[in-house]
């Protein structure tokens, strides 16, 4: 009998749409519960979810039997729902596109700590200086500002 193993980390990035601040701070709460729920159902447990008005990070494990695009599209497409629904804005959207970085085993409680303090991390650094330090980071060659940010 063949068994099929994996522990893939990765670390999700995306904002809302137009970097628009609409993630009010007495909900933040309550969508990282909610997005928890949908990472679970997608055999995708989330390790750590914090968002900012203006944008979010997860650290979860991928499923072996998920591909990465479903586990996002599923994710923003059931929260931006829930964010109509509880902010009562019809105006809530997400980002088009998203970043997804492969996190090592090892460094798994060092990013965990990173998005544990994104609040204070963003008093220094803006969410596109952050973005563009990670697409060097990790040599994102396809990264394109003329797309990413819409």
Do not use: C
């Not at 949908?38 to 039997?65: G, M, Q, T, W, Y």
């Amino acid at each position: 009998m063949s068994q099929s193993l994996s522990k893939l980390y990765i670390h999700l990035i995306f904002s809302t749409k137009g970097r628009q601040p609409l993630i009010p701070r007495g909900t933040q709460s309550d969508l990282h519960s909610y997005m928890a729920g949908i990472f679970i159902r997608n055999e995708s447990p989330a390790i750590i979810i914090n968002s900012v008005p203006d944008h979010l990070h997860v650290l979860f494990r991928l499923s072996k039997n998920m591909a990465l695009a479903g586990v996002v599209e599923q994710v923003k497409k059931s929260t931006s729902k829930w964010m109509k629904e509880r902010t009562g804005s019809s105006s809530f959207f997400w980002q088009r596109g998203y970043g997804a970085f492969s996190v090592s085993s090892s460094k798994v409680d060092l990013v965990a700590r990173y998005i544990a303090r994104q609040e204070e991390h963003h008093k220094h650094m803006g969410y596109r200086e952050e973005i563009e330090r990670f697409m060097k980071e990790y040599d994102v060659i396809e990264y394109n500002t003329d797309y990413f940010w819409n």
